[in-house]
């Protein structure tokens, strides 16, 4: 008499149980230090953190967050992102929001960040678009989303391959590009190929956050960025604040502190040096709104994150500011 065969269900959770599993060894190798890990491969890092982050304001760049073990949580218009084994995040669009980590010495947060190569991206969203009649989405600035199977062995597979370093050059930036495919082709995928395509008023407040983001040293005025995206004053805020829910002097503020922090905290600059140099004229001015929005004096927000978090070396260059 044939055996009973155990159902599909039990198969894929044993199964997923298992990949989650190797993910997971694999990371705890790749990442065996507390802070970002650097890779072979331009805009991947991983990160682990032995310790829960508190509720701070953050500024990611745009960019996946793949979080193999623990929990992060962000808070942005009164809505909240998960992302953690089961969910990622995607940002097209840098938007300043709330974030707080679950992590410990015993089950550390360990997870893959990897910056968004707009030039792939936006040649695979064209190719999907052209090869599939799939629904059109709105443009979201940032989403989190479950993450399916097809993702997942995506991931696995190029955990894989970044333990040589021979695999890592060779065959990683081809996986990076498939997990580009299995985002864009996603649940949510279609909004991230409105998002990309640049298209409309989107397109036009995306430019002008990456004039913030560019120049936010310099003096930015809302008629200036108005008039660089064609729009009155008055549609350039609508928009604006549709896309990242602070009008444009609020999203420029927050931008400059948080280059400021990373100033002091990275590179060991004053307060009144760093205000100087991200745009305020007033250090005492500073002083005030670096308090207001993080809930701390700088030297005091420098000292606790030092002691919550551990820090990754300078980053390169690059036109968008990230908290951590």
């Given at each position: 008499m044939r055996k009973p065969r155990a159902s599909t269900g039990?198969?894929?959770?044993?199964?997923?149980?298992?990949?989650q599993a190797r993910m997971v060894a694999l990371l705890k190798q790749l990442a065996p230090s507390e802070g970002y890990t650097p890779t072979p491969l331009a805009g991947v890092r991983f990160l682990r953190s032995d310790r829960p982050l508190a509720s701070t304001p953050v500024l990611y760049e745009p960019g996946i967050v793949i979080v193999c073990q623990g929990r992060k949580r962000g808070l942005w218009a009164d809505q909240v992102y998960l992302y953690d084994a089961q969910h990622y995040l995607a940002v097209s669009v840098p938007v300043p929001f709330t974030m707080e980590t679950d992590a410990s010495a015993d089950e550390p947060l360990l997870a893959i960040y990897i910056s968004l190569d707009f030039t792939v991206l936006a040649a695979l969203a064209l190719q999907l678009d052209e090869l599939t009649e799939s629904a059109r989405g709105a443009p979201v600035g940032m989403f989190s989303t479950p993450m399916d199977d097809a993702l997942a062995q995506s991931v696995l597979r190029f955990l894989e391959a970044m333990r040589s370093p021979v695999e890592a050059v060779l065959l990683g930036p081809a996986i990076v590009r498939e997990i580009y495919f299995r985002v864009l082709s996603g649940e949510q995928g279609a909004s991230m190929r409105a998002a990309l395509a640049s298209q409309g008023q989107f397109g036009k407040i995306a430019k002008a956050v990456r004039r913030i983001h560019g120049t936010f040293g310099e003096r930015l005025t809302v008629e200036r960025l108005a008039r660089e995206a064609g729009m009155s004053i008055p549609t350039f805020h609508t928009h604006f604040r549709?896309?990242?829910?602070?009008?444009?002097?609020?999203?420029?503020?927050s931008v400059r502190l948080h280059q400021a922090r990373l100033l002091m905290l990275r590179n060991g600059k004053t307060a009144s040096a760093a205000s100087i140099?991200?745009?305020?004229?007033?250090?005492?001015?500073?002083?005030?709104?670096?308090?207001?929005?993080?809930?701390?004096?700088?030297?005091d927000e420098v000292a606790r994150l030092k002691s919550s978090f551990a820090m990754p070396p300078v980053p390169d260059p690059q036109g968008w500011v990230t908290s951590h």
């Open positions: 039990d198969d894929t959770r044993s199964a997923r149980e298992e990949r549709a896309v990242t829910q602070s009008s444009p002097m609020q999203y420029l503020k140099e991200v745009g305020y004229e007033s250090a005492s001015q500073f002083s005030r709104e670096f308090k207001r929005f993080f809930g701390l004096a700088p030297g």
